[in-house]
């Protein structure tokens, strides 16, 4: 429709174009502002996802009131499996767990930071699980679970994880890396999670 001198500005197709090319920048420098956020945020080191030397520590979790979400705190020196790792050495540890769960496909059966599927539980949190009673017998307890869990049923679920072949390498591996997960801030999930008693 050819524009004339009584149309409607509203109803103008300039009008609209203009809006959508505005809208369109605008919203694209919105894109990119939280980009930016969400990178400051998700790498490691920094905001929520801590340093893989992280797992030289105690790691607790907190209710924050304010935020209305249990969030990690990173406590006194207590390292994995008793030796200290260096920045390096810990990175290395915590990859070859994480490989080692992509090789394994632990993400079958379970999640992690909620992806994955949903026949066992979310190992996000799995580090501060109750079941691996103290702080002592914590980290052992896990590698040799990890490495032949068959008949060491503990939840409610009802269901059993198979024995997948992991060798004790692996299995301290992977429990760098669960560890390593425990530190993440992830808002509060999943939810309700009872933590182990540190001072135990
Ligand atoms: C075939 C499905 C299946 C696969 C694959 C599987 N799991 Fe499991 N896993 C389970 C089930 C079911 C449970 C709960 C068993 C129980 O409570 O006794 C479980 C429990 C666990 C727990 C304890 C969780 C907690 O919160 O205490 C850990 C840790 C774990 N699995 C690690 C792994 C790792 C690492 C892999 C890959 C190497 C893996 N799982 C692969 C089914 C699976």
Redesign the pocket.
């Known amino acids: 429709m050819a524009a004339n001198d009584n149309e409607l500005w509203w109803a103008s197709e300039t009008f609209w174009k203009k809006t959508t090319i505005w809208t369109t920048a605008v919203m694209f420098l919105v894109l990119v502002g939280l980009t930016l956020d969400t990178m400051s945020q998700i790498q490691v080191g920094g905001k929520r996802v801590p340093a893989y030397s992280a797992i030289n520590h105690r790691i607790d979790y907190k209710m924050d009131e304010s935020r209305h979400a249990q969030v990690p705190v990173i406590g006194i020196e207590e390292p994995l499996f008793g030796k200290k790792l260096t920045e390096q050495e810990a990175e290395a540890l915590v990859d070859h767990g994480k490989l080692?769960?992509h090789a394994?496909?632990?993400m079958?059966?379970?999640t992690i930071l909620g992806n994955g599927a949903y026949?066992?539980?979310d190992?996000t949190k799995?580090w501060l699980?109750p079941?691996?009673g103290s702080r002592g017998v914590r980290e052992e307890l896990?590698v040799a679970?990890?490495k032949d869990?068959t008949d060491?049923?503990?939840?409610s679920?009802g269901?059993?994880?198979?024995n997948?072949g992991?060798t004790d390498t692996e299995a301290h591996a992977?429990v760098a890396y669960?560890k390593w997960m425990s530190t993440i801030d992830t808002n509060g999930f999943p939810n309700n999670f009872k933590p182990i008693d540190q001072e135990n």
Do not use: E
């Open positions: 080692t769960m394994k496909n632990c079958d059966c379970h026949y066992a539980p190992l799995a699980d079941y691996w896990m679970f990890i869990p060491k049923i503990h939840n679920l269901r059993r994880m198979p997948l992991v992977v669960l």
